[in-house]
């Protein structure tokens, strides 16, 4: 008869430690913060439209913090020469002396395309962006760091109608066969 009281007795504070356990997942889980639940599609393409925007206007204004605030510590700018492919410290050393001196860009998007990815985890863009430079194209990456979308990787591309493009060809054939060859020349050095 002991030895069923002692099998009753264990049983029951199983059943007690268990309830116990589940207890304290369900508090645990209603006590999520709601920052931590994952952001509607909609809510993202809002979002990062959002960044976008304060991103161009704070070049507009100058505003060198709030303007790299906006990108990844490993962020790319492809600018629209071709030997613009900065890596973040090199784009910020480029850029210090245009906003200390109150006047870096201007662009204003005209449209914009954003693509969520269907996990929700990658974001990309493209836009058409009024400039000092006309009609330029812009695309890029964003990427989530601390509940916030930053900007990874952004390709600025000058326009050219179709009616257009062999004067521009003409224009720039010889300077851009000229950088080829240094460009190979200096890959060939550098092995």
Sequence with gaps: ??????????LLVVVILSASCQEDLSSTAKKQPAEEKQQSKVEIIESVNTTIDLWHKAAAEAN???????MTANAVFIGTDATENWQLSDFKSYSKPYFDKGKAWSFNAIDRN??????????????????QMKICRGSGVLKRENKQWKIAHYVLSATIPNDKMKAVIDLKSESDSLWVKQFVINKLNAR
């Design 64 to 70: 060198f913090d709030a303007y790299f605030n906006l």
């Design 114 to 131: 954003v693509y969520v990815s269907e996990d929700l985890q990658s974001v990309w863009f493209d836009e058409l962006l009024d400039t």
């Design 1 to 10: 008869m002991k030895l069923k009281w002692n099998n009753l007795f264990t």
